[in-house]
């Protein structure tokens, strides 16, 4: 329980920038997709699923962002496509976490959003259990409608975040955190 604890206490977002090789291999990434799946999920529903990029579909998801965000910003330069084809290599593994929505029970749309937000966190935290690092970012390629359309989302699917893998370059370091006394309670009747 201890070394759990720890896990959890230490675990922090790397930036993908900041990440190199080596990314997790096939057995620890079926281990962060593992751990993943088995968050709170309200009626079974798994309302998520994944798009992994490795290797050199990372480049290509990387060309296709550049023409899209140009499509939509008519005026971007070279070096602000350059920098959009650059996003999905920061690190040496993404993946993009899918909010899928399921009306096969009658679960309320808020509980299925937190189940999948509960996905990325677990995915951090597998990865920081086998020495990799993460980050969990959206950008603007979480929200703009052609990302959408060239991922193959589906009518309601939204992209709940794209999570970064590798290596830290360097020792992460700490970061300032809010008062954590400041933020509880306890009710009183």
Known sequence: MTNALALLHERRSV????MVEPGPDAAALDAIMRAGHRVPDHGKLGPWRFIVFEGDARIAFGKALAQIYGAVNPEMGPDTAAAQAGLPVRAPLMVAVIFSPSDAKPIPEWEQIMSTGAVCQNMLLAAHAQGYVG????????????VATHLGLKKGERVAGFLYFGTAADNPAERERPDLAMRISHYDG
């Open 15 to 18: 930036k993908a920038k900041d």
């Open 135 to 146: 980050q969990w970012l959206t950008e603007w390629m979480a929200f703009e409608p052609k």
